[in-house]
């Protein structure tokens, strides 16, 4: 839910309202509070000191030139994360810069999330998968902006796609595409319930993008707009992000938990024939010289002590 200044000085002037008289009042549009707040409802924002704000309170604050009306998801000392109710990423972090007041009358519990499963689409028909493996799971792909040290994503299919919304590179997602990042509305455990769900279905994990507002990139990520995954889930927290490494390695081990790579099946060996040609016999010319070589080499063995004065070990 937002209130969309005309100019980027209005949320000055709704501060000073506050700080004047201790409440004020907008009209808000769009969907990202529903079902709580519908959209043309006029809210009434008051002042409140942000160290008393707690996770359920509503507020309002300044984010860019944008006003928005969300609920306060978690706290930090002088710092807020907040998130529409009905949004699937978290605002960037609100501090005391961009705090306003409070909107007590939609002050509730913050809602659980669930991931909308109907996002993964239909599944896939049977004559588009390797008929050896229709009750297996999909391929899983993740994509990743660049080199990963140190990771545990060995055995799976792990790609470096910069941008991978771009339509020149189409071959970057297939099926469904979860994001993974800090910002993520869905909780950690979400990721397990859509591997599962997710059965025969490819599937494509964005790993180590950032999502959603400019403010939101950290650490040089790309930068993807909310609708390049169908389904965000968290790992780590804005206030402190995960590195890449971290980040890949949460997603390979559910990966590798929950949809492993179906083993190769090797094919059928193909007999040969026999071999329906005698053997050569040798020359006796051959034959003499190989006899006489044997002869020799024993001889040697014979005269040739079994350790030698490097360092006292038998060759």
Same mark, same amino acid.
């Given at each position: 839910?937002?209130?969309?200044?005309?100019?980027?000085?209005?949320?000055? /002037? %709704?501060?000073?309202?506050?700080?004047?008289?201790?409440? $004020?009042?907008?009209? =808000?549009?769009?969907?990202?509070?529903?079902?709580? *707040?519908?959209?043309?409802?006029?809210? =009434?924002?008051?002042?409140?000191?942000?160290?008393?704000?707690?996770?359920?309170?509503?507020?309002?604050?300044? /984010?860019?030139?944008? *006003? *928005?009306?969300?609920?306060?998801?978690?706290?930090?000392?002088? /710092?807020?994360?907040?998130?529409?109710?009905?949004?699937?990423? %978290?605002?960037? @972090?609100?501090?005391?810069?961009?705090?306003?007041?409070?909107?007590?009358?939609?002050?509730? +519990?913050?809602?659980?999330? &669930?991931?909308?499963?109907?996002?993964?689409?239909?599944?896939?028909?049977?004559?588009?998968?390797?008929?050896?493996?229709?009750?297996?799971?999909?391929?899983?792909?993740?994509?990743?902006?660049?080199?990963?040290?140190?990771?545990?994503?060995?055995?799976?299919?792990?790609? &470096?796609?910069?941008?991978?919304?771009?339509?020149?590179?189409?071959?970057?997602?297939?099926?469904?595409?979860?994001? *993974?990042?800090?910002?993520?509305?869905?909780?950690?455990?979400?990721?397990? =319930?859509?591997?599962?769900?997710?059965?025969?279905?490819?599937?494509?994990? %964005?790993?180590?993008?950032?999502?959603?507002?400019? &403010?939101?990139?950290?650490?040089?990520?790309?930068?993807?707009?909310?609708?390049? $995954?169908?389904?965000?889930?968290?790992?780590?927290?804005?206030?402190?992000?995960?590195?890449?490494?971290?980040?890949?390695?949460?997603?390979?081990?559910?990966?590798?938990?929950?949809?492993?790579?179906?083993?190769?099946?090797?094919?059928?060996?193909?007999?040969?024939?026999? !071999?329906?040609?005698?053997? @050569?016999? !040798?020359?006796?010319?051959?034959?003499?010289? !190989?006899?006489? +070589?044997?002869?020799?080499?024993?001889?040697?063995?014979?005269?040739?002590?079994?350790?030698?004065?490097?360092?006292?070990?038998?060759?």
């Amino acid at each position: 839910m937002r209130h969309t200044p005309e100019g980027p000085s209005e949320a000055i /002037v %709704l501060r000073a309202v506050l700080a004047a008289a201790g409440r $004020a009042r907008l009209r =808000t549009r769009g969907e990202s509070m529903l079902p709580a *707040i519908v959209p043309g409802t006029v809210v =009434t924002v008051e002042a409140l000191p942000l160290p008393r704000v707690v996770p359920g309170d509503v507020v309002a604050a300044a /984010v860019g030139a944008r *006003i *928005i009306v969300h609920r306060v998801v978690a706290t930090a000392p002088d /710092v807020l994360l907040t998130a529409g109710d009905n949004l699937p990423l %978290l605002d960037p @972090v609100v501090g005391p810069d961009g705090y306003l007041g409070v909107v007590p009358e939609y002050r509730a +519990a913050v809602p659980p999330r &669930q991931p909308d499963l109907s996002a993964l689409g239909p599944p896939p028909r049977d004559h588009h998968r390797d008929h050896q493996h229709d009750d297996g799971p999909g391929r899983t792909r993740l994509l990743v902006p660049g080199p990963v040290a140190g990771h545990r994503s060995t055995g799976l299919d792990v790609r &470096q796609c910069e941008r991978p919304e771009r339509p020149e590179r189409p071959g970057c997602l297939a099926g469904p595409v979860i994001g *993974i990042s800090p910002f993520g509305a869905l909780p950690p455990e979400a990721l397990d =319930t859509v591997l599962r769900a997710a059965g025969g279905r490819d599937l494509t994990l %964005l790993v180590g993008y950032s999502f959603g507002y400019p &403010q939101a990139a950290d650490g040089g990520r790309p930068l993807l707009p909310p609708d390049s $995954a169908d389904l965000h889930v968290r790992f780590g927290s804005p206030l402190d992000p995960p590195g890449l490494a971290a980040t890949l390695d949460f997603a390979a081990d559910r990966v590798r938990a929950l949809r492993p790579t179906p083993p190769a099946v090797a094919p059928p060996a193909v007999a040969r024939p026999a !071999a329906t040609t005698p053997p @050569v016999a !040798a020359p006796p010319v051959a034959a003499a010289l !190989a006899s006489a +070589a044997r002869t020799a080499a024993a001889a040697l063995a014979a005269a040739t002590p079994l350790t030698d004065t490097h360092g006292g070990c038998p060759r």
